[in-house]
């Protein structure tokens, strides 16, 4: 369903030099929802974002948002606000003062600014943190304080840049929930850049994968991690195998392959390696064709009937599991 608010990148392309950063990518952001575009480093992602914030200039096509091309506005003029992987918070400023500086920039009244401030500061949990400097506040602090100031002026589409990055793992898995209730909340299009798939698969609605400057799939969460369409993709995304068959290229998730006893699979393999991860167990195995196989078992399944490096196994899985890639 197309909504008035939808964002549409149109053969975006970005140049820097002879260097092509982001290849004529194609892309509608649904309205109200929660976006990552997720792909190693280099592949693009933070110039198509830094494109639609206006912090980089498009080399090519159009950013449309709420039906205008927005591409050569300013950053204010835009209708999008950025949070940077650093927070650029003004040292000098309180907090509150951080938070109402771009309602400042555009003349609006002391009283007034300090007010929608405060309640931004309510939102993100940091009312009793108003009048401290940045530099007195932890990093998940200072994030949430970039985000009110982000968020102060009303954007309907919301970009951030690598946000979670720079926190240790324990608050990134709790601020990760935190923002996508914030998103919830709010009903506004979060786009956000990560290179990390469990991240992208724990917040985002759609997951936009791209590999040399162009998107290489798109598509629900769920869709992208069980059916990847390419070899990068199921191989970005983890869990999966890739397989050559007589009929082709195939993926098919590390969960989704038994082991048998040597022959009754439908290949042949040995075990080379074990590690055990606590729920279950990841059996490394080497085909007669000499392809690596993964085949995460249940530890309970493991355990029953353990299998050691060396032993010769049968591998199967259920046909329907499998993924066609293209090449
Ligand atoms: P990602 O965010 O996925 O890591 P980037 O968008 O930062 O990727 O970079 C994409 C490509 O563009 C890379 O090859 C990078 O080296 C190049 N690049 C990025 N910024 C600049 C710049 N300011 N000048 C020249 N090349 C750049």
């Known amino acids: 369903m197309r909504s008035d608010l939808d964002l549409e990148l149109v053969a975006l392309t970005k140049r820097y030099g002879t260097t092509v950063a ?4 194609q892309h509608l952001f649904h309205a109200g929802s929660y976006a990552c575009l997720l792909g190693p480093s280099g592949c693009g992602k933070s110039s198509t974002l830094r494109m639609i914030a206006g912090h980089e200039e498009v080399s090519d096509g159009a950013i449309v948002l709420a039906g205008h091309d927005i591409a050569h506005l300013p950053p ?14 003004f040292p000098h400023l309180s907090v509150i003062d951080n938070v109402a500086f771009s309602l400042k920039m555009k003349g609006v009244e002391r009283a007034e600014r300090r007010r929608r401030a405060g309640e931004l500061l309510d939102l993100v949990h940091m009312t009793d943190f108003a009048e401290r400097l940045p530099a007195q506040l932890s990093g998940g602090q200072q994030q949430r304080v970039a985000l009110a100031r982000a968020l102060i002026t009303d954007p309907q589409v919301l970009l951030l840049d690598e946000p979670l990055s720079a926190l240790d793992p324990f608050l990134r898995v709790r601020m990760r929930s935190e923002l996508k209730k914030l998103q919830r909340e709010l009903g506004i299009t979060f786009i956000h850049v990560t290179h990390g798939q469990d991240e992208a698969l724990a917040l985002a609605d759609e997951i936009v994968v791209m590999n040399n400057a162009r998107i290489e799939q ?36 590390s969960d989704q392959v038994t082991v048998t006893l040597p022959d009754q ?18 059996l490394t195995l080497m085909t007669a064709g000499d392809q690596e196989i993964t085949a995460v078992i249940p530890e309970d399944r493991y355990f029953a009937k353990p299998i050691q490096p060396g032993d010769g196994v049968g ?4 046909d329907t599991n499998l993924h066609a890639l293209t090449a």
Request: charged fraction near 20%.
């Open 265 to 282: 699979g439908k290949l042949e393999g040995r075990v080379t390696g074990l590690e055990y991860q606590g729920a279950s167990v990841a």
């Open 218 to 253: 798109a598509g629900p969460a769920r869709e992208v991690f069980n059916a990847p369409r390419t070899e990068f993709v199921a191989r970005f995304m983890g869990g999966h195998n890739v397989i050559a068959l007589p009929k082709g290229h195939f993926a098919i998730r």
């Open 315 to 318: 591998l199967s899985w259920d």
């Open 22 to 25: 982001v290849d004529a990518i």
């Open 76 to 89: 204010a003029k835009r209708g999008t606000a950025m949070m940077f992987q650093n927070y650029a918070l």
